[in-house]
């Protein structure tokens, strides 16, 4: 599986490096306007866009219908772009905290607080939207597959809204608001794994295409 994932590291670098630079940038950017820990939310989503470009040019160049020749098992190939895509996820975070590095060593009042409650949402819509994107991006051609991409992180807003509701009914959100998102944090794993576990399941028997 290590050769596939550094297969789609190669055609995604381009697109990798650009968005850590954007993200390093638009940082310092935000500095001036918001809070630089917000910009947290927005990294992990930003940098999983090179999963989907994977996709569409394994798409175009027959890769996926010429890789389940090879000797990698079916699990391996879907369970990679899951790999991919929590590398991505994990690649923009630590892009967005050299920003929020630097500000903090300048007295620019970023917190670990804020830190960690930002990293917390943008992981959580991150890997809530990844369990419902990538297992459909086998099932839709790559085009649709791209706007099921976007559509998921709408819908990974309304599943994290949802899940605040539930959990203030057992804990007070306001109270113990880092340990709330903490519980809605490992829910979007669980989901994330459960995902992964189906897409195998899903595909073990057929073609990926």
Same mark, same amino acid.
């Given at each position: 599986?290590?050769?596939?994932?550094?297969?789609?590291?190669?055609?995604?670098?381009?697109?990798?490096?650009?968005?850590?630079?954007?993200?390093?940038?638009?940082? @310092?950017?935000?500095?001036?306007?918001?809070?630089?820990?917000?910009?947290?939310?927005?990294?992990?989503?930003?940098?999983?866009?090179?999963?989907?470009?994977?996709?569409?040019?394994?798409?175009?160049?027959?890769?996926?219908?010429?890789?389940?020749?090879?000797?990698?098992?079916?699990?391996?190939?879907?369970?990679?772009?899951?790999?991919?895509?929590?590398?991505?996820?994990?690649?923009?975070?630590?892009?967005?905290?050299?920003?929020?590095?630097?500000?903090?060593?300048?007295?620019?009042?970023?917190?670990?607080?804020?830190? $960690?409650?930002?990293?917390?949402?943008?992981?959580?819509?991150?890997?809530?939207?990844?369990?419902?994107?990538?297992? $459909?991006?086998?099932?839709?051609?790559?085009?649709?597959?791209?706007?099921?991409?976007?559509?998921? @992180?709408?819908?990974?807003?309304?599943?994290?809204?949802?899940?605040?509701?539930?959990?203030?009914?057992?804990?007070?959100?306001?109270?113990?608001?880092?340990?709330?998102?903490?519980?809605?944090?490992?829910?979007?794993?669980?989901?994330? $794994?459960?995902?992964?576990?189906?897409?195998?399941?899903?595909?073990?028997?057929?073609?990926?295409?």
């Amino acid at each position: 599986m290590r050769g596939v994932l550094l297969k789609d590291l190669y055609i995604a670098k381009g697109n990798i490096l650009v968005t850590v630079v954007s993200l390093i940038v638009l940082g @310092f950017g935000l500095s001036f306007l918001l809070e630089t820990s917000a910009l947290l939310l927005l990294s992990p989503v930003a940098s999983t866009t090179a999963v989907f470009i994977s996709i569409t040019s394994d798409a175009s160049s027959k890769w996926s219908k010429n890789v389940i020749t090879m000797p990698i098992a079916r699990h391996q190939i879907i369970g990679e772009k899951f790999s991919f895509y929590l590398i991505l996820a994990v690649l923009g975070v630590a892009a967005a905290l050299i920003p929020c590095g630097v500000l903090a060593l300048a007295g620019r009042g970023v917190t670990v607080h804020s830190l $960690c409650l930002y990293g917390t949402l943008g992981m959580s819509a991150t890997l809530l939207a990844g369990g419902i994107s990538l297992p $459909c991006a086998y099932f839709f051609d790559p085009e649709k597959s791209q706007i099921v991409f976007m559509l998921s @992180f709408l819908a990974s807003t309304g599943i994290i809204t949802g899940l605040v509701f539930l959990t203030n009914v057992f804990l007070p959100v306001k109270e113990h608001i880092l340990l709330a998102f903490a519980i809605v944090l490992g829910v979007a794993a669980l989901w994330f $794994c459960l995902a992964y576990r189906l897409a195998v399941r899903v595909y073990q028997k057929r073609d990926v295409v």
